[in-house]
């Protein structure tokens, strides 16, 4: 099964991607590179390109940032800027979950990882940057790449005050997400 779930979404996704280009808007203003691991977690790589092509991460805000953790973004059903993001965290995209791609990679400062439910095998959209180190992650959760410039960009994103780190009143977006090969 996971075989075969590997080349459907390899198939109908285009060339591997080598980075991604997000430029932010809000408290936090600049871009940032992010060296996507294809070589660890190719179905996550091959879903997180997928959508940036599609143009799904436009203007997809930050809905959860922990001061001293990481900023949490890519809800492309709910997070989108100017709409009601009331439920921002707790949706997807329309393409199927992923099975966990666990490595030894750790989870320090920049790493990118992908968010998920308790289940292992239901990411999907969603992705986090870590601020600091968080080793407590290490295993757990798929590492799908790295910030290869502009943290100083990440370390200025609008830090989460309310419940579980949730960004009150207008939160920082990824105005744009291009992949870059």
Do not use: W
């Not at 390109?49 to 709910?78: C, P, W």
Request: aromatic share 10%.
């Amino acid at each position: 099964m996971y075989k075969f779930l590997c080349l459907l979404i390899l198939l109908g996704s285009p060339v591997f991607a080598s980075s991604l280009k997000i430029t932010i808007a809000g408290t936090a203003q600049g871009q940032i590179e992010i060296d996507l691991f294809e070589d660890i977690a190719p179905l996550h790589v091959a879903q997180i390109s997928k959508l940036a092509e599609q143009g799904q991460y436009d203007n997809v805000i930050f809905h959860r940032v922990i001061e001293g953790f990481m900023a949490q973004t890519g809800d492309v059903e709910y997070g989108k800027a100017g709409g009601d993001i009331a439920f921002a965290g707790r949706g997807g995209s329309t393409l199927t979950d992923l099975p966990a791609e666990f490595s030894d990679i750790k989870f320090d400062r920049g790493i990118v990882g992908m968010a998920r439910t308790q289940d292992p095998n239901s990411a999907n959209s969603q992705f986090f940057i870590m601020f600091e180190p968080g080793y407590f992650l290490n295993g757990q959760y798929t590492v799908i790449g790295r910030v290869e410039s502009g943290m100083e960009v990440v370390d200025q994103i609008k830090i989460g005050k309310g419940p579980n780190g949730a960004v009150l009143g207008e939160p920082d977006k990824m105005v744009s997400v291009q992949v870059s090969r």
